[in-house]
């Protein structure tokens, strides 16, 4: 059984910086892309950064230079890095992957504000 736990929000100040970190289990965590998105009140779920198995990344445009995705094959964990954070920033941030279907984590909050 695939299962995705994310940790690692909290409120913070504008400028201010997080990392969140998702552990996967029930998969063979180095052979799969690995995705963040995020969710703000009234807002679509959007995609934030991707990271594939080789280690290749891409990210939104809005979050682009401040935020990094990384993984650690050996914990089975992604991780994703918040600089700059922005009140715009604000919103509940999902891991998931796609393995025939998408799996998704809980969600932690993130809250940017002063």
């Known amino acids: 059984q695939v299962r995705l736990v994310e940790s690692g929000g909290g409120l913070v100040q504008p400028g201010g910086s997080l990392r969140l970190s998702c552990a996967a289990s029930?998969?063979?965590?180095?052979?799969?892309?690995m995705n963040w998105y995020r969710q703000a009140p009234g807002k679509q779920r959007e995609l934030v950064a991707v990271?594939?198995?080789?280690?290749?990344?891409s990210y939104a445009d809005s979050v682009k230079g401040r935020f990094t995705i990384s993984r650690d094959n050996a914990k089975n964990t992604v991780y994703l890095q918040l600089n700059s954070l922005k009140p715009e920033d604000t919103a509940v941030y999902y891991c998931?992957?796609?393995?025939?279907?998408?799996?998704w984590g809980q969600g932690t909050q993130v809250t940017v504000s002063s």
């Open positions: 990271i594939l198995s080789g280690g290749s990344t």
């Open positions: 029930g998969i063979i965590f180095s052979r799969y892309a």
């Open positions: 998931n992957t796609w393995i025939g279907e998408n799996y």
